[in-house]
């Protein structure tokens, strides 16, 4: 399973690379983080994987899209989306197998007992060292949607 996660996330990683429009090089990059997150899980690391979650698929990814619309004027022009619905159909297909898979698991401490040593000692070796990136990840959250309240307010003019 992590064999297969790891290879989405390699995938996505080139696609995110080879696209030749942002928005989708962007949703490409957002699902790198997802199937780096589901990684993180995977190794035994749960925490670790909630905040790659939020902070690389969630925050990362509403940033670069603000940020998109900002400075790109509109465009009316009809786009061919096959890497689109290549991307969707992976995304699919994934979600349906890591949603059977978890099921079929049972619940989280007979999948974490069902780890093999070596792995969760990755995970153990990956969350114990990431304990003191806590806090931070913390501030960059709370910043992140800070700065996304001031931009997208309404300004007010005075009479």
Same mark, same amino acid.
């Given at each position: ?28 990059? +957002? ?80 999948? +974490? ?24 990840? +913390? ?21």
């Amino acid at each position: 399973m992590i064999h297969l996660i790891l290879g989405l996330a390699v995938g996505f990683a080139v696609l995110a690379i080879t696209l030749r429009k942002i928005l989708f090089s962007v949703f490409s990059l +957002a699902l790198v983080s997802v199937f780096l997150s589901l990684s993180f899980y995977q190794l035994g690391a749960p925490v670790a994987g909630v905040f790659e979650l939020s902070v690389g698929a969630g925050l990362i990814t509403v940033l670069m899209v603000l940020t998109l619309t900002f400075i790109q004027k509109r465009k009316e022009e009809k786009i061919v989306f096959p890497a689109l619905w290549i991307i969707l159909s992976l995304v699919i297909c994934g979600g349906i197998f890591v949603i059977f898979y978890l099921l079929s698991a049972g619940t989280g401490e007979e999948a +974490a007992g069902s780890i093999s040593g070596s792995w969760k000692e990755t995970g153990e070796m990956i969350w114990k060292q990431r304990v003191a990136d806590l806090f931070p990840q +913390a501030l960059i959250i709370v910043s992140a949607v800070l700065g996304i309240i001031a931009l997208l307010r309404k300004k007010t003019t005075t009479p």
